[in-house]
């Protein structure tokens, strides 16, 4: 395994300051106060509706028991953005991370969802996980964007996977990233101090 990442830090986005840091018991109500400030549509590539207090507890509980690392950036003591890394270990893919990203509205297009993947991914390869999958809708053209600039590769379209509260299905798109492959991009280029 690699070094973990050592927490909390500060980091810049566009001139703005966040203090990223690992979710932790006590966060329930900021967790949901950020999610309840999520539109309900980007909220649809999560297995689990995080709006709701025992979705936050179960995933809390997932946390100390080591299935979910998660990440939250804060500003102005409020949490701004989240990144998740989800794993099985007594699935048959042990070696598979689920990397599951939120940013608030009001900080989208500052690189702060950026600066969440990378720090998601060093995480991910300090844990030593060997291949991450994302989900998001295909409409989310920038969270796209972003993990494409990372390495992420389309790999299935899953069609209308999901129902939102109205009834009307959406589709799901899956990308991937091999973590040795893409790190070993990384270090050849230089990139590997910026992660």
Partial sequence: ???TPQY?????????DFELRLMQRGDEAAALAFANTLPPHDLLFL??????????????????????TSLVAESNGKIQGCAAIVRDDLSWSPHVGELRVVVGESVRGSGLGRQLVQAAFAHAVSLGLEKLVARMTPDQRGAIAVFEEMGFR????????VRDADGVTHDIVILSLEVSRSRAQREAYGYDQAF
Avoid: F, H, T
């Avoid at 909390?8 to 703005?16: D, K, T, Y």
């Fill in 154 to 161: 389309a790999e299935a379209l899953l069609r209308d996977y």
């Fill in 47 to 68: 297995q689990r509706d995080i709006r709701n207090p025992k979705v936050v507890g179960a995933w809390l509980d997932q946390i100390e028991r080591g299935a979910i």
């Fill in 8 to 16: 909390p830090r500060r980091i810049s986005c566009n001139e703005m």
């Fill in 1 to 3: 395994m690699n070094e």
